[in-house]
């Protein structure tokens, strides 16, 4: 299972895009956590397929509607056994 690291900046708090990455990564079948940074980013650790994880990463440059992605940092993480997708 692929596993990649994300940091979302931009408008990304506060307008429910932890709850819209938890909805979207599960119906992609994805594992993980997002959870909210001091810095106003959002962190994304996903675990997947490659496939999924690519669609994830598409899916979080656009984000919720009411948000607004400036940039998207992806790194690539060792696999790991997560289960379920969990929001902080």
Same mark, same amino acid.
Not at 53 to 75: I, N, S, T
């Given at each position: 299972? +692929? !596993?990649a690291?994300?940091l @979302?900046?931009?408008?990304v708090?506060g307008?429910?895009?932890r &709850?819209?990455?938890?909805?979207?990564a599960? &119906?992609l079948?994805v +594992? *993980?956590?997002a959870?909210?940074l001091a810095d106003g980013r @959002? #962190? @994304?650790?996903? !675990? *997947?397929?490659? #496939?999924?994880?690519a669609e994830? #990463?598409?899916?979080?440059?656009e984000?919720?509607?009411a &948000?607004r992605v400036d940039?998207?940092?992806?790194?690539?993480?060792?696999?790991?056994?997560?289960? *379920?997708?969990r929001?902080r």
């Amino acid at each position: 299972m +692929a !596993s990649a690291r994300f940091l @979302v900046s931009g408008l990304v708090q506060g307008v429910f895009f932890r &709850a819209s990455t938890q909805a979207r990564a599960l &119906a992609l079948g994805v +594992a *993980g956590h997002a959870r909210n940074l001091a810095d106003g980013r @959002v #962190e @994304v650790v996903a !675990s *997947g397929t490659p #496939e999924a994880l690519a669609e994830l #990463e598409a899916w979080l440059h656009e984000g919720p509607p009411a &948000a607004r992605v400036d940039a998207v940092r992806r790194e690539d993480l060792p696999a790991q056994d997560d289960r *379920g997708f969990r929001t902080r």
